[in-house]
């Protein structure tokens, strides 16, 4: 019978969306294939016979979601968490902008590198170079039937990277029609524009046995700025209570500050100004070039100058007007930088993709398919400048009594007191990364039988190719240009005296477009990945037991990765002693010794795998289980840079009756080292960094006892000076070629209850224990958990260069096997369908509760532990509620997405905050509505709301701008109109 069943289950999978578009065949046809995965074994089999936990995403919940993009979907799952999406790319945190535009899953949240992206079961070409992570934007929404998410280990049935689990894309099979989808975008705000157009065609030829289908489609939508959302361009933060004494005084620590802002410049200019209580009176009133330069606008340490600013709306020079609640730079409101308001909300992108797909029934056991896709992509982001002007990041600039671009307010105010100079506070011209990614790939394969076995093998081959192109500015050129007089006719000129320099008005945004074209200067930096698969398997029956058939799948795959990124050549740049030549403002540092540079990263790697695996039934038919089957699998992989390593999986699926069946999983799961993290090339830059054997410091760190002794080991004794106290030491970044895979073991536990067809319950239990995480440490921490355990770790020393007198020359801070993680928590899925009236009523849950989720950087140290379940990024409870109701016309949805209350900061102590803020982020509805109906048989206008109440993130720091889990963009509304001959 299980022969039978393996080629029956073989043939649905080559046969999967009948020709017909006539709503009760796909229906029919999908219910046919929704009881068959790929997903987690190679072995075919029924969804009920599945050990692993699955989430499916199935057509209709993708087309009702009204996504155009399918990342923007993903996102939305609840064991999704911290991805990268369209809106959560800026330079405030981990996300550079050099990511603009891609679609990056993260299941678990445990890191996009530890989620394996798959194809029809396949992998994909990965989207950014050195890296693995497919961007989820190259697959066309049309095409997919439905995705499966499956959490755990998974490098038994699909090799490395499999760690956390598996987002699998199974696409539609001989498409048979016409179909154009078109549809226009636009948020309540009146912005946020997109359009989305794609036409697919397929034709079934040759007696149906040969299949060909065309996707196109080009999608559109604008940017947003920062600006746009007045709750997200501002920056709500917690300061320093001035009025609180100390610990258990009845008084917060901190006090809120609605609208943060650093009081040592502005986008519009601050202007310096010293007046009759300037602390160096007697000298030359050159307020720059002196031992005490202003750093802070309203003179807060009584150094005697005024401060003056641009009004922003009137254009007028003012008084500046000091923000509230001030930490020295940090204020509440007032005329300071908001760091925000350069930020991108939303990215602009435009994408191109194009699909071609056949397949060819050569005979009744041989079925040939092949698959040609293209993918281009624009987007962009923009951030924070690359020079900042207030001298804490970057030089004041010095604005002459000859400077023709001085408004006359200050012209007046330095001749009434007799100012050569003053200082003017700015942000220099703002960071903007424009990215394209062009991707190609081919497959070819066949899968049919011989004898009595089924087999599979493919060919592909992916390329990836983006440049990045960033606005900088040539700092000899920009300083040149900025020093500005006049000539004999009052002109405005570069006081160098070079024709060709244009003199450059930092004042109010007021330069000109040909002064910034003398200044900027556009950075490209050129990608390429190329990845190249192959892959044979065979699956069937081995030999019977009382139980039944032994079935097995096993095979060979071989994989080839290559990456190099390359940097400009001013990027590049670097002086004969090491230190970067600071040719622009990105690579530019407080002082000559931090300036840093990119170099180079080439690398490649290829992979050779065996794997095998088996379902053994152990029991059928008995008192006390319907069928019991025992799964085992495993995988050896050669890896041509970290070597051999074996992973395996076991599970258990016990069915009791047709209502009630328990399942288990426990496999050891790996991720290999990517080509960034092997083969960076060095890089050195300058730091000021603490050194733990400076006399000073033998009494901090977690022991000091230990630390004492560690450092006499090194030779060094208590009364040790470290020239690192007074200056910078070099830091060298590079890549690791002794690094070894990570490992993980998870563990899940699942019960599966089916009281009626159209009623499905299922709970998992999934624990997820990642060791040896590739990581790297901050240069100071480096040096101290070289000397602050009971012994000297020679992990950390050994990336320690001191000379003999224990004068550290300089420190790597190369990646290494040291983190640890740890996440674990139950799944809840439900779904129900129930005829209602004339239509169908169907309704789908899917929750997560998180119990745990644990970071160690570095697993020696006791109290380097990150708990971070229940924290505001990492919600115990994420769930999405679905209702659609379908008729023979009209189709309705209404979609939840629930977020449950979160701790805003797990560390926070006793009166750490104000009364009213009791450290909780409060829970979070989104509501979403699809209207669709059928105007003819073949025509179907819709209408989605995605955030139908508009609800906003909550007001509070790196919350108030949402991202993947808290929508930032408002309600929006898109329509369109589908048709299908």
């Known amino acids: 019978m299980h022969k039978v069943l393996t080629k029956t289950a073989m043939a649905v999978s080559m046969a999967v969306s009948l020709p017909s578009f006539a709503q009760d065949t796909i229906s029919d046809t999908q219910d046919t294939v929704e009881n068959i995965s790929v997903t987690g074994s190679r072995i075919m089999r029924t969804s009920a016979q599945m050990t692993t936990p699955t989430t499916v995403i199935d057509a209709q919940?993708?087309?009702?979601?009204?996504?155009?993009?399918?990342?923007?979907?993903?996102?939305?799952?609840?064991?999704?968490?911290?991805?990268?999406?369209?809106?959560?790319?800026?330079?405030?945190?981990?996300?550079?902008?050099?990511?603009?535009?891609?679609?990056?899953?993260?299941?678990?949240?445990?890191?996009?590198?530890?989620?394996?992206?798959?194809?029809?079961?396949?992998?994909?070409?990965?989207?950014?170079?050195?890296?693995?992570?497919?961007?989820l934007s190259m697959i066309p929404v049309e095409l997919v039937e439905r995705v499966e998410i499956i959490t755990g280990g998974a490098s038994a049935i699909y090799g490395a990277d499999a760690v956390t689990g598996v987002v699998n894309f199974i696409m539609r099979k001989n498409y048979?029609?016409?179909?154009?989808?078109?549809?226009?975008?636009?948020?309540?705000?009146?912005?946020?524009?997109?359009?989305?157009?794609?036409l697919s065609f397929g034709q079934n030829f040759a007696d149906n046995r040969a299949n060909l289908t065309f996707h196109l489609n080009y999608s559109k939508q604008d940017e947003v700025p920062m600006t746009a959302r007045d709750y997200a361009n501002q920056r709500p933060s917690f300061l320093a209570n001035p009025e609180n004494t100390g610990p258990d005084d009845g008084i917060p620590n901190t006090v809120f500050t609605p609208d943060i802002r650093f009081q040592a410049l502005s986008e519009e200019g601050v202007f310096y100004v010293p007046n009759d209580n300037w602390v160096l009176a007697g000298t030359p009133f050159d307020i720059i070039n002196n031992p005490l330069p202003p750093t802070f606008a309203d003179d807060p340490f009584g150094l005697g100058y005024d401060t003056f600013i641009i009004d922003r709306d009137s254009g007028q020079f003012r008084d500046f007007i000091p923000g509230k609640n001030c930490a020295v730079v940090p204020c509440d409101g007032g005329d300071g930088f908001r760091t925000a308001e350069t930020n991108t909300l939303r990215q602009p992108t435009e994408r191109y993709l194009a699909n071609i797909s056949g397949n060819y029934d050569v005979s009744d056991n041989l079925s040939l398919f092949s698959n040609l896709k293209y993918g281009k992509v624009e987007s962009a982001a923009s951030g924070q400048a690359s020079v900042f002007h207030d001298d804490n990041f970057g030089p004041l600039i010095a604005i002459r009594s000859d400077n023709p671009f001085r408004p006359q307010e200050l012209v007046d105010v330095m001749t009434a007191r007799n100012l050569d100079v003053v200082a003017l506070a700015v942000v220099g011209l703002n960071s903007r990364n424009v990215n394209k990614r062009e991707t190609l790939q081919f497959t070819f394969g066949g899968e049919g039988f011989w004898r009595d076995?089924?087999?599979?093998?493919?060919?592909?081959?992916?390329?990836?190719?983006?440049?990045?192109?960033?606005?900088?500015?040539?700092?000899?050129?920009?300083?040149?240009?900025?020093?500005?007089?006049?000539?004999?006719?009052?002109?405005?000129?570069?006081?160098?005296?070079?024709?060709?320099?244009?003199?450059?008005?930092?004042?109010?945004?007021?330069?000109?477009?040909?002064?910034?074209?003398?200044?900027?200067?556009?950075?490209?930096?050129?990608?390429e990945i190329k990845?190249?698969?192959?892959?044979?398997?065979?699956?069937?029956?081995?030999?019977?037991?009382?139980?039944?058939?032994?079935?097995?799948?096993?095979?060979?795959?071989?994989?080839?990765?290559?990456?190099?990124?390359?940097p400009d050549p001013l990027a590049q740049a670097v002086d004969a002693d090491g230190v970067g030549s600071g040719l622009v403002g990105s690579r530019t540092g407080p002082s000559r010794e931090e300036n840093s540079y990119l170099n180079p990263v080439k690398g490649s790697f290829?992979?050779?795998?065996?794997?095998?695996?088996?379902?053994?039934?152990?029991?059928?038919?008995?008192?006390?289980?319907?069928?019991?089957?025992?799964?085992?699998?495993?995988?050896?992989?050669?890896?041509?840079?970290t070597g051999s390593d074996v992973t395996y999986k076991s599970a258990l699926n016990w069915t009791f009756n047709d209502m009630f069946r328990l399942r288990g999983t426990y496999s050891k799961a790996v991720r290999a080292p990517n080509i960034q993290e092997l083969f960076a090339p060095n890089s050195i830059v300058g730091a000021r960094v603490t050194d733990p054997c400076h006399n000073t410091e033998l009494d901090n760190g977690r022991d000091p006892q230990n630390r004492r002794a560690n450092c006499q080991a090194l030779g060094i004794d208590e009364n040790f000076v470290s020239e690192a106290s007074f200056g910078t030491r070099q830091v060298i970044t590079r890549g690791n070629l002794a690094l070894k895979p990570e490992e993980a073991d998870t563990l899940t536990l699942g019960l599966v209850?089916?009281?009626?067809?159209?009623?499905n319950m299922a709970i998992d239990f999934w624990d997820i224990e990642i060791t040896d995480a590739i990581t790297s440490f901050d240069a100071s921490d480096v040096l101290a958990n070289c000397v602050d355990g009971a012994g000297l770790n020679e992990e950390f020393c050994s990336l320690i260069k001191r000379d003999?007198?224990?004068?550290?020359?300089?420190?790597?801070?190369?990646?290494?096997?040291?983190?640890?993680?740890?996440?674990?928590?139950?799944?809840?899925?439900?779904?129900?369908?129930?005829?209602?009236?004339?239509?169908?009523?169907?309704?789908?849950?899917?929750?997560?509760?998180?119990?745990?989720?644990?970071?160690?950087?570095?697993?020696?140290?006791?109290?380097?532990?990150?708990?971070?379940?229940?924290?505001w990024d990492f919600p115990r409870v994420r769930a999405q509620v679905n209702t659609v109701y379908s008729t023979g016309s009209l189709t309705l949805a209404w979609g939840v997405n629930y977020v449950g209350e979160s701790t805003f900061n797990k560390t926070a102590q006793p009166e750490e905050y104000p009364d009213w803020f009791d450290?909780?982020?409060?829970?979070?509805?989104?509501?979403?509505?699809?209207?669709?109906?059928?105007?003819?048989?073949?025509?179907?206008?819709?209408?989605?709301?995605?955030?139908?109440?508009?609800?906003?993130?909550?007001?509070?720091?790196?919350?108030?701008?949402?991202?993947?889990?808290?929508?930032?963009?408002?309600?929006?509304?898109t329509a369109g109109i589908n048709v299908r001959m």
């Open 61 to 135: 919940t993708i087309k009702v979601s009204g996504v155009k993009n399918i990342g923007e979907l993903l996102h939305q799952m609840p064991a999704l968490v911290d991805g990268i999406g369209s809106t959560n790319i800026n330079d405030n945190d981990d996300n550079d902008l050099g990511k603009a535009g891609l679609q990056l899953a993260n299941l678990r949240g445990l890191g996009q590198m530890r989620t394996l992206v798959l194809v029809d079961g396949r992998r994909h070409v990965p989207g950014a170079a050195g890296e693995a992570s497919v961007d």
């Open 804 to 871: 003999g007198e224990g004068q550290i020359n300089n420190i790597s801070v190369q990646n290494i096997n040291a983190s640890k993680f740890a996440a674990r928590g139950t799944d809840l899925d439900i779904s129900y369908r129930y005829a209602l009236g004339d239509g169908e009523l169907g309704l789908t849950f899917k929750g997560t509760y998180l119990d745990k989720r644990e970071f160690r950087q570095n697993p020696n140290d006791p109290e380097d532990i990150s708990s971070l379940a229940g924290r």
């Open 176 to 198: 048979d029609g016409l179909a154009l989808d078109a549809s226009v975008g636009r948020s309540s705000r009146s912005d946020a524009d997109n359009r989305d157009v794609s």
């Open 531 to 566: 990845q190249t698969l192959a892959s044979f398997s065979l699956n069937g029956d081995l030999f019977e037991l009382p139980a039944g058939m032994v079935a097995f799948a096993a095979g060979l795959e071989y994989r080839k990765e290559s990456s190099s990124s390359i």
């Open 753 to 759: 209850v089916t009281p009626t067809q159209d009623l």
């Open 606 to 641: 290829d992979v050779k795998e065996i794997f095998g695996e088996a379902i053994v039934p152990l029991l059928e038919d008995t008192p006390v289980a319907e069928r019991v089957e025992l799964e085992l699998a495993a995988r050896l992989a050669n890896h041509s840079e």
């Open 453 to 527: 076995y089924g087999y599979n093998f493919y060919v592909q081959h992916g390329k990836v190719e983006s440049s990045s192109t960033s606005q900088d500015v040539l700092n000899e050129r920009y300083y040149e240009a900025l020093d500005a007089t006049t000539d004999a006719q009052g002109n405005p000129v570069c006081r160098s005296g070079n024709s060709a320099c244009v003199p450059f008005n930092p004042i109010n945004n007021q330069a000109s477009q040909a002064a910034i074209d003398y200044v900027a200067v556009t950075l490209r930096q050129e990608d």
């Open 919 to 973: 450290n909780k982020v409060p829970s979070y509805f989104k509501h979403n509505l699809h209207l669709g109906y059928g105007l003819t048989e073949n025509i179907n206008l819709y209408l989605d709301i995605n955030n139908l109440t508009d609800k906003q993130p909550a007001f509070l720091p790196n919350i108030n701008s949402g991202g993947t889990l808290y929508d930032g963009l408002g309600r929006y509304y």
